[in-house]
């Protein structure tokens, strides 16, 4: 029988450990009010959910959150502006362009127009440069997540193959560069997979530490995985629920019934890696404050 990991109790220590660290601060300095600032265009009602849920839970830390509901039909030009003009706000520390952004808007020209030093996603070329080079500053909130889970979990990645499933730019991609990183954390031997890999079932079977991302259900079956492993689920799907009042319940990746059976460890949806995201989001906005601020550990 696997240990299911609580994500959510994880994220709850993180999150409880930022505000803690804030009203220390605010006491030798009651003017550091970490600012974060959210924008969202269009009507998505998933990305709505998670705006709303970083408001609550950055103001619940002693931050200030700002929220920018812009209309779908806002022009390339108007939210670079906005992104501009929000990069240079002393008010501000984080910004989080909430994506994806209508099909219309180019989004990398927009991440580009994201202060460096404010990119508390991590999605600015700068910032993935430097985790390429081996001394990350901002890593993407879901990949930070991970890495976190697995070491409050006690589980050594060091020397392990990690196999990850997905390779976008905001999962799969930097949290195999986060694993490969020098450091007792990480050292990991790390595998990609994607829609294009050939025989996936023979690579994941591989796998000490299997993580996926790949945004459908029951996509890791039983037969996909070797016994003892560690499974992290990022996938996170809607499904119709008649039962739930709102209609759909959220499902990851894995085929969680019968992949715990097989596994040491296992992340549930919800419950896993979604709560870890919004705290590591807090986290790279109060470390940003803190450099703004000159406070230093
Ligand atoms: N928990 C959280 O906070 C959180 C945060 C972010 C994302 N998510 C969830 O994680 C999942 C992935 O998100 P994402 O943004 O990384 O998705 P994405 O950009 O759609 O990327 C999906 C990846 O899966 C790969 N893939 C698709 N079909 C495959 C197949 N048959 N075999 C192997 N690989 C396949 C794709 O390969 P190609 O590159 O070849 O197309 C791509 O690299 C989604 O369910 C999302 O909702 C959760």
Do not use: W
């Amino acid at each position: 029988m696997s240990t299911i990991i609580d994500g959510k109790a994880i994220a709850d220590k993180l999150t409880k450990s930022v505000a803690e660290e804030i009203n220390l601060i605010k006491k030798t300095n009651s003017g550091f009010v970490p600012g974060l600032a959210a924008v969202l265009v269009g009507e998505d009602p998933a990305s709505k959910v998670y705006v709303r849920n970083k408001k609550k839970s950055a103001t619940s830390v002693g931050m200030e959150a700002l929220d920018y509901y812009l209309p779908e039909s806002t022009t390339q030009k108007e939210l670079e502006e906005y992104v501009r003009k929000l990069s240079e706000d002393v008010k501000i520390d984080g910004i989080l362009v909430q994506l994806p952004l209508p099909a219309h808007i180019d989004q990398e020209k927009i991440i580009n127009v994201i202060n460096p030093d404010k990119d508390v996603d991590g999605l600015h070329p700068y910032n993935v440069g430097l985790l390429v080079k081996g001394q990350p500053r901002f890593v993407p909130a879901t990949p930070a997540g991970v890495q976190y889970i697995l070491s409050e979990s006690g589980i050594e990645v060091v020397g392990k193959h990690v196999v990850i499933c997905g390779r976008s730019e905001i999962v799969g991609k930097p949290l195999g560069l986060l694993l490969i990183q020098r450091n007792k954390n990480a050292n990991a031997t790390v595998t990609m997979c994607h829609s294009r890999t050939e025989n996936i079932r023979n690579i994941t079977k591989q796998a000490d530490v299997l993580i996926v991302a790949v945004g459908q259900q029951n996509f890791i079956k039983a037969d996909m995985v070797k016994k003892g492993a560690v499974i992290i689920d990022v996938g996170t799907n809607r499904i119709q629920d008649a039962t739930r009042k709102s209609g759909y319940r959220l499902v990851g990746d894995v085929d969680f019934e019968n992949v715990k059976k097989i596994a040491s460890a296992i992340t549930p949806v919800p419950g896993g890696v979604g709560p870890m995201t919004i705290a590591m989001l807090l986290k790279n906005t109060l470390e940003s404050a803190k450099r703004k601020n000159l406070v230093f550990d």
